[in-house]
């Protein structure tokens, strides 16, 4: 009786362990990134610029999250590569290149105004810069104020 209780569990989880791996959207492996640089401009609009490594193997890389427009790979050379996009806009797939890529886009409607400060639930688990318009000098981080003083990012 226990046996057949034993082979019940082992059999279940050997189809179960899969299909919950499956819900995972990944096509290759992590791009490495160089550098993640936000843009953001005076009116609200906001730029994304991510520079990755040169790979010998197909490389996926996740977007910030928002809706994605005008998206576009380039190598260093400014040669634009060939774009593939996994799920919802929500990744890019990176052929192999010798050089590096630069992948750009602009986000919209991730800015919200709330009484009246623009704000934005930001979360990317890749280091970030963030770029701010010159007249700019306080900004609010975790609720923390953060003078710029004469730097235009953090």
Known sequence: MN?????????????VIPSVYAQEASIGEKAKQ???????????DVHVKHVVSSSNSPKQ???????????TITDEKGEEQLLTV?????????????????????????????????????????????????ELDLIFVNDRPVHLDKKNGI
């Not at 160089?34 to 609200?44: A, E, F, L, M, Q």
């Open 61 to 71: 890389l996740t977007l910030i999250e928002g809706i994605v427009e005008n998206l």
């Open 86 to 134: 996994v799920g919802n806009n929500n990744a890019v797939i990176i052929f192999p290149s010798n050089d590096n890529s630069i992948i750009e886009y602009d986000l919209s409607e991730v800015l919200v105004q709330k009484n009246n400060v623009w704000t934005w639930d930001f979360l990317y688990l890749q280091t970030t810069s963030f770029m701010f318009p010159e």
């Open 34 to 44: 160089k550098s993640v640089k936000v843009t953001i401009s005076d009116k609200g």
């Open 3 to 15: 046996t057949k209780i034993l082979i019940f569990v082992i059999i279940s989880l050997a189809l």
